[in-house]
């Protein structure tokens, strides 16, 4: 944890995401290392986390309010068929 830290801070000096750090640092502790062994549950939250990440990485690339307008007014649409 205490590398991911210091990975961080250098990457944000260079003006890199803190992803990135945290990305390296589970590389290096996880398969580099041998530290840390795959297991089913360790699947279970990698999972989790990659989807955490693409939804993340996805709102990054989203205009939010337009967006919200968006489906506000597929919303409206699907409400005035059903009636």
Do not use: H, W
């Amino acid at each position: 944890m205490l590398k991911s830290v210091l990975e961080r801070r250098l990457l944000d000096r260079i003006g890199l995401s803190s992803i990135v750090a945290y990305t390296a640092a589970g590389i290096l502790l996880g398969p580099v290392a041998g530290i840390v062994e795959p297991t089913n549950k360790l699947q279970v939250f990698l999972g989790i986390g990659v989807f955490i990440l693409f939804f993340l990485v996805g709102l990054d690339e989203i205009y939010i309010p337009g967006f919200v307008a968006t489906l506000r007014g597929r919303f409206f649409l699907l409400l005035s068929c059903q009636s």
